[in-house]
């Protein structure tokens, strides 16, 4: 039989400023309902986002426990569903009626060992993985909007660039800018993809706005998530 889990919500200031949702401490499961109160604020945000993505990451305590084939379970009365996990831990929750008025719960489809589950808000990803910097600075701002409205604490808080984060196992991981007909290779970094993840070798990239800024990102490889900067 499972237990509850016991729960620590907080708001909590990230890179991409989300709401904490629950935290398993020891159990192996959260609250659909939790999930749901704290994904639906974006949901109902009324400010510009079209340039944003909006997911639900399960974040481990202890490094690489998620690994290939890792997915979120639905499990309530009359439903469950299977939501597999990117290699950053994240899915899309889907906003189910029945799940939330069953009172399901979300589990990993196996143990983790304890984690977290908390939204996540990063950058629309483009296919030909080329990106305009004005384009990424507007959809900054569309994040720090949306971060703003859901953590005053982030008012004084300015977009001062973005961090591009690519597979562990890409060979060719980084990008390079373009401006005034000179192209200039970004070095190449390990760090977690965001604020306080336990796994911080994920190759990532970081292109920092400049006045009047008309530069092209070009990437080499696509990135997993391209994650909006605050300072």
Same mark, same amino acid.
Request: with cysteine; aromatic share 6%.
């Given at each position: ?23 398993? /401490? ?32 399960? /974040? ?51 143990? !983790? ?16 993985? @080329? ?21 005053? @604490? ?9 961090? !591009? ?10 990008? /390079?800018?373009?401006?005034?007909? *000179? ?6 970094? /390990?760090?977690? *993809? ?27 490889? *696509?990135? !997993? ?7």
């Amino acid at each position: 039989m499972m237990q509850r889990v016991h729960l620590s919500a907080c708001v909590t200031l990230l890179l991409t400023a989300g709401v904490a949702v629950a935290q398993a /401490r020891g159990d192996e499961w959260v609250s659909y309902r939790d999930a749901y109160r704290t994904m639906v604020v974006f949901d109902k945000y009324g400010g510009p986002k079209n340039l944003l993505q909006h997911q639900l990451q399960v /974040r481990p305590r202890a490094r690489g426990m998620l690994g290939d084939g890792a997915s979120l379970l639905i499990k309530g009365r009359t439903l469950q569903t299977s939501l597999v996990l990117d290699p950053l831990g994240r899915t899309t929750l889907p906003l189910l009626k029945a799940a939330y008025d069953e009172n399901a719960v979300l589990a990993p489809n196996r143990s !983790l060992g304890g984690f977290t589950v908390r939204p996540r808000i990063s950058l629309a990803l483009r296919a030909d993985g @080329s990106y305009d910097a004005t384009e990424l600075r507007a959809a900054c701002e569309q994040a720090l909007g949306f971060a703003r409205h859901a953590d005053a @604490s982030v008012r004084s808080q300015a977009c001062v660039g973005v961090q !591009l984060v690519f597979p562990k196992t890409s060979v060719d991981a980084g990008a /390079r800018v373009r401006a005034g007909g *000179a192209e200039t290779i970004l070095p190449v970094t /390990r760090a977690p *993809a965001f604020a306080g993840d336990v796994d911080d070798d994920f190759p990532v990239v970081t292109y920092r706005f400049a006045p009047a800024d008309a530069a092209q990102i070009v990437t080499y490889h *696509a990135p !997993l998530a391209i994650v909006p900067v605050f300072e």
